[in-house]
């Protein structure tokens, strides 16, 4: 029976070994290898459980300075292989060598990457960036290599005997391969490795500048009353003195953590309009042509362009979706066009809603766009009872995670069993170690470690979550390794006898991961380079999440996981029905915003005007308030100029839309008789599948059809009857 029990011995699993000999004519000379062994190095036991105390920054540089170039050897190894003509160029002689090859440097470096979160004493930055670079290079050297290439387009080409998730991991290389340019003639080549050298450059100068405009702002407060509703942990992060943090003075800066927190709590409009407006002319020719990243943007959209013009595609957007679920960028056009057609009016209406509320407040004027995080917060207290701190004692920590694990369970089928301490290597006191069983029969399936509380100094802490979900083992039946997953959040921990509570922004956090978490868990495709989140289209990583997420907005769900940390009394009536509301509350606005960004990102991929032209072009038709002339917040949107989300800023809209149609197929069971049946079949597609399948196919599998945004307009309460 599903369910979540204290202990279970820990189950080891031991890797395959393979050596390759390669039958050549002559001799490779491999670089020397490190010394350090298993016994005097314990990140080279890559057959076990990572031993975090016994860890240091330089062991850690010297295994994995060892194991890349053990991985290397290796794949030089299969090259050999792949050239000689006797050698057969089937996925089982090729493709798996290579995914027993990956376990013990890719478990190493996620040991590294888990420290580097949770123990930046051990693990600083510095060291940490120097490791990170020299396993990644180790690791795309297989991506690079030409006869490992040429094998497996014969593979794919001659359609050999594959299984669904063998043909993902050959689709894989291929293209990964020609996106790094590897079909190029060498003269294109070079020229392709100078595009991408110059774009990498622009995008550090990018940052660089935003970084320095960003740390130059800061402005003190001084009077007590300005600081009246701020919550405490804001209070304690903006005072200069932390030993005197209720009494000042207090210090405004740009940092994401501060800003916006300050702008949806400070009661001065004319403060609030200095501070937005510094915000948004970072990085812009308003503060100085030295830091004016203008020039930037357009050398960026440039090199973007010739990079993939010289791979053969019309534009960077064309080849972006050749690793996004949409798959063209007319198909998230359309997502956004039928998104803003009902949410553009929704948002006038919020609006309204929110003018009335205000002056009711006895605020005279309207409302302009730097004033709507300070009166959506107030409207959101005043109609919805929305405080954060008198919530936060109806979701005690210990109680949330026990629900949470028991709705899971439910859910898909498995059980949870907490690992004594003893029996396991943990790197702090608060960590804790599961495992994951199947239901039915028993088996293990998946572990997990759970770092919940805050260690001011010690843990990374860079942004407004700052949670993680790590993922620090892969599946790989050929390689004999099963999914461990390290979750770590930044909770406020216990104080005195008074137990660790959660805010509920916490605990929709929590169950965001815990989401996420899960589709790594219970992947069942053998092979690591498709397994869990690997291979996964950038649209649909976050589905699982945001899908995970979707119970917590249930009446049944937030009934359950809450308890008065005195009373125990849970939530009840109007209190459920008013937190499951603060969903919808000003929804619109946010979905506007979101796909504002979304469209501009693809705007400025696919087209060539100038940059200000495209923002003013598009600022109209998604933002309801007036641009302000000095308004230049593109210099400074680093996650479309120099981020992951380049092309891709949809991805947040995309993976929401395709939660919630998901989730809607458990609504539509009214009387919740089939709900352990469904949830079966979420895990038996998204949870199992992973990146072994096009999420297209797994979406189908589900639902019997192509995702639908409707669900997210019905879950964001956008009828389309606005104005």
């Not at 922004?505 to 053998?526: C, E, M």
Request: glycine share 4%; net charge negative.
């Amino acid at each position: 029976m599903a369910g979540v029990l204290l202990r279970n011995p820990i189950t080891k699993f031991s890797p395959a070994s393979i050596r390759f000999r390669p039958k050549t004519t002559y001799v490779v000379l491999l670089p020397e290898t490190p010394p350090d062994t298993p016994e005097d190095n314990a990140l080279l036991r890559t057959d076990d459980l990572p031993l975090f105390s016994e860890l240091s920054a330089e062991k850690c540089w010297a295994g994995i300075g060892k194991l890349a170039l053990e991985y290397e050897s290796g794949v030089w190894a299969v090259e050999e292989k792949a050239r000689n003509e006797n050698e057969p160029k089937t996925f089982e002689n090729l493709l798996e060598p290579l995914d027993i090859l990956d376990a013990p440097l890719n478990m190493a470096w996620s040991a590294v990457k888990t420290l580097y979160t949770v123990s930046n004493d051990t693990m600083p930055t510095q060291a940490y960036m120097k490791i990170h670079e020299r396993a990644r290079k180790a690791r795309v050297h297989k991506f690079q290599s030409r006869p490992i290439y040429q094998a497996c387009k014969e593979m794919y080409t001659k359609q050999m005997d594959l299984s669904g998730a063998q043909k993902r991991v050959v689709q894989k290389f291929l293209l990964e391969s020609r996106l790094n340019g590897i079909e190029l003639p060498p003269e294109q080549a070079r020229t392709f490795n100078s595009i991408l050298k110059r774009l990498e450059y622009q995008k550090s100068l990018y940052v660089k500048k935003v970084m320095e405009t960003t740390n130059n702002f800061i402005h003190h407060i001084r009077d007590p009353s300005m600081m009246r509703d701020f919550p405490l942990d804001l209070v304690k992060a903006m005072a200069l003195d932390k030993h005197r943090a209720i009494e000042g003075p207090w210090a405004v800066t740009l940092d994401p953590q501060i800003y916006d927190g300050f702008m949806t709590h400070c009661p001065n409009q004319s403060l609030r309009f200095n501070v937005w407006r510094a915000y948004n002319v970072r990085a812009s020719n308003h503060i100085s042509k030295d830091v004016n990243n203008s020039l930037h943007i357009e050398e960026i959209r440039s090199s973007r362009r010739e990079q993939a013009t010289i791979l053969g595609y019309k534009d960077f957007v064309e080849m972006s979706m050749e690793t996004k679920m949409a798959g063209s960028v007319e198909n998230v056009l359309s997502m956004i066009t039928s998104l803003v057609a009902k949410a553009k009016g929704e948002q006038i209406r919020e609006l309204e809603s929110l003018q009335a509320f205000a002056e009711s407040r006895g605020f005279d004027g309207e409302l302009q766009i730097y004033d709507v995080p300070y009166w959506r917060n107030k409207e959101r207290r005043a109609k919805l009872n929305y405080d954060e701190a008198h919530l936060s004692e109806y979701f005690p920590f210990e109680h949330v995670l026990v629900k949470m694990l028991e709705l899971s369970a439910t859910l898909f089928g498995v059980s949870y069993e907490q690992v004594p301490r003893e029996e396991v290597s943990l790197w702090h006191e608060d960590v804790r170690f599961f495992n994951i069983l199947d239901a039915d029969d028993g088996s293990y399936l998946a572990s997990f470690y759970l770092d919940p509380f805050q260690r001011p100094g010690a843990k990374l802490h860079n942004r407004v979550d700052s949670a993680w979900m790590l993922g620090s083992r892969s599946r790989s039946d050929v390689a004999g390794t099963t999914p461990v997953a390290s979750l770590v959040f930044n909770f406020a921990p216990p104080q005195g006898d008074r137990p660790a509570l959660l805010t509920f922004r916490d605990v929709n956090i929590l169950f965001q991961k815990f989401g996420h978490a899960l589709q790594h868990l219970l992947t069942t495709v053998p092979y690591s380079e498709a397994s869990g989140l690997t291979n996964i289209e950038w649209d649909a990583v976050d589905i699982c999440a945001h899908f995970f997420h979707n119970w917590l907005y249930e009446q049944s769900t937030l009934e359950d996981i809450s308890s008065h940390y005195e009373s125990g009394m849970p939530l009840k009536g109007s209190s459920v029905e008013d937190l499951m509301a603060t969903r919808s509350h000003m929804a619109a606005y946010d979905l506007c915003s979101a796909l504002y960004l979304s469209h501009l990102d693809l705007a400025l991929h696919t087209h060539t005007d100038f940059w200000q032209d495209i923002v003013r072009e598009l600022w109209d038709k998604y933002r309801p308030f007036p641009m302000d002339k000095y308004d230049s917040h593109l210099c400074s949107q680093t996650s479309i100029m120099a981020d992951v989300w380049t092309a891709a800023y949809y991805s947040h809209t995309w993976s929401r839309m395709v939660a919630a149609d998901a989730f809607q197929a458990f609504k539509e069971d009214e009387d919740g008789q089939n709900i352990q049946q469904i949830g079966r079949r979420f895990r038996d597609t998204f949870l199992s599948l992973g990146g072994g399948s096009h999420p297209s196919e797994v979406f189908r599998r589900f639902r019997g059809r192509d995702p639908s945004p409707e669900a997210l307009l019905h879950f964001c309460g956008i009828t389309g009857k606005g104005k």
